[in-house]
Structure formats: C-alpha cells, structure tokens
C-alpha cells in the first residue's frame, strides 16, 4: 500500500498539472456541451404583449390585478459521477506514469472543470467489486479526495467486472448524471448494460491503455504475470510470429471496443500512458457541440 508521504506528493502533482491545464476556453466548451437536467423556476414579473399565456400566474394575478408571468430558466447543475477501474490491470505502465495514475489525472481535469461550473461531482471505484462510492458533491476538496481515492486503491489485484459497477451506478444514482467511465476496459460481457446505462445518463467512455499492450517488444525470453490473476506465463518475444499475434489480438480488441462505442452513440475519449490528453478532452467538447 502506498503511504501517505508519497500519496500527497502525487495528489499534489496531479493537482498543479491539471490546474494549468484548464483554461477559460475548456471551461466554455464543457458549459456548453454539458447541460442541466431541465428548467428551474427563475422570477415572477409583469405581463408584457407577446408571452406566453400558458406562463400566466394566476394566483399573483388575482392577489395584484394584474396579470403576471413566471419565468423559468435552465437548470444548469450538474450532477458528474466518476466510475473509475482500480482493478489490476491499471497498475500496469511501461513509462513514466501507470494507467491509474493517468485515471487520476483525468479524474482530477474533468472533475476540476466540473467544480468551476458549480457541478457536483461523484465517484465509484470499481474492480470486481465496488470498492468505494462518494455521493456527489460541491468544492475543491472534493476534487482532491477523489484524485486520493484512485491514487489510494492502485495496489489492488483484483478482476475487472464493468457490468456489476454500472447496475451499482444505476441503483444508487437515480437522477441522469453525466457519467465519466475511466477503464481500460480489459472484460468482456458488459455491452448490454452499458448501453441500457447510456439510456439513462450521458455516458462517455474514457478507454485507457499502454503502448506495450499494443505491441510486445523484441526482448527475447521473458516472464509475464497477469496482474489481475497472478498467472505467470513464459513468452518468447523474439519470435516474430508471436508479436504478430499479439500486436493483431490487441488492435482487434481495440477496433471491436471503438466500434461498439461508435455504434451506440457513446462519446470517447482515448488515453494512452505515453500521451497527452488535453486536445483529446478538447476534440471532445467539440464534436459534442457540433451534434447539438
């Protein structure tokens, strides 16, 4: 388990990274692109030629003699959850960051931005079990403790099971949320309850890899281990034909995951340990706004 020294340190690092990452413009676009849950009830004030007559008060009509609209306004509040993987697999990292250390970062950037329009912001992690939910809430403190909470829970060696975190997020959060799902997506099955879940909330994948999981280095004999069961397995990487098959089994993987995505309408960011992400997070935003 890591200690707390060293977790603050990284909680900190995280937090001067991603505060100059953030900018006035992606603060719009994510205003803009991100809407609340309906109208909210703004003002009572005087009838004037051309409203709406459905809009009338009538009970601030009678008690003034004259007649009186309601005015409502859009209700921009937002309620943005995190389901983050924290199970073996996102410890893994061939430079200088893990997949979990990239889920923080861009748990932190998201949620921040979030923070700055007065949205409340929430997280689940996940492996094959629920390992902790925080209820939605306001402030910056907020922020650092779920950036603490992924840092916290990167020595887990446990599976990965999408499916059981989604029917959680639907069970406890009842009111659409904009939920922002950080995994590297190495399970399978969870297809149908992601999609019911994308009825219900603005889903939008953030899909985490590695470069060394998309082509094996040629290192000769080496020792892999699963970091999710802890099975060793004897791999040859001198052997040009078996890189092939791992380079051509990874990118099957990948194309299979972004074409269900694309096919359901679910919006996606792609994350890479060897990357930066801020224009991924702005393109984003972008094609967002070019379909409303």
């Known amino acids: 388990m890591i200690d707390t020294t060293e977790l603050m340190k990284q909680v900190g690092r995280i ?35 051309g409203d709406d007559v459905r809009s009338i008060d009538w009970n601030v009509t009678a008690r003034t003699g004259l007649p009186h609209v309601k005015r409502y306004s859009e209700e921009r509040e937002l309620t943005v959850v995190f389901l983050v993987d924290v199970s073996g697999s996102q410890i893994f990292g061939s430079g200088t960051r893990s997949k979990s250390e990239l889920a923080a970062e861009i748990t932190c950037l998201l949620a921040m931005t979030a923070i700055r329009n007065q949205d409340k912001i929430g997280l689940i992690l996940f492996s094959d079990r629920i390992l902790k939910s925080i209820p939605p809430r306001k402030g910056r403190t907020a922020v650092m403790r779920l950036v603490r909470e992924v840092l916290a829970a990167d020595e887990t060696r446990e599976r990965t099971d999408i499916t059981a975190a989604l029917r959680f997020l639907n069970n406890v959060q009842k009111r659409k949320a904009v939920v ?29 890899s590695d470069p060394c999981e998309a082509a094996l280095p040629d ?12 099975e060793l397995l004897l791999v040859d990487t001198s052997s040009a034909m078996v890189r092939e098959a791992f380079r051509t089994q990874a990118a099957t993987e990948n194309d299979q995951l972004l074409r269900f995505l694309r096919r359901t309408g679910i919006d996606f ?9 801020i224009d991924d997070v702005r393109a984003l935003f972008r094609r967002r706004a070019r379909k409303r």
């Open 219 to 230: 290192v000769g004999l080496i020792e892999l281990q699963d970091p999710e069961t802890g």
């Open 269 to 277: 960011i792609r994350l890479s340990t060897d990357a930066p992400y």
């Open 180 to 208: 922002f799902l950080v995994s590297d997506f190495q399970d399978t099955g969870y297809e149908r309850e992601l999609r019911v879940t994308a009825r219900r909330h603005d889903v939008i994948a953030c899909p985490i």
């Open 15 to 49: 937090k001067i990274l991603t505060t100059h990452l953030i900018d006035d413009r992606l603060s719009g676009d994510y205003h803009s692109v991100f809407k609340g849950q309906g109208v909210e009830f703004d003002e009572v004030r005087a009838y004037v030629p």
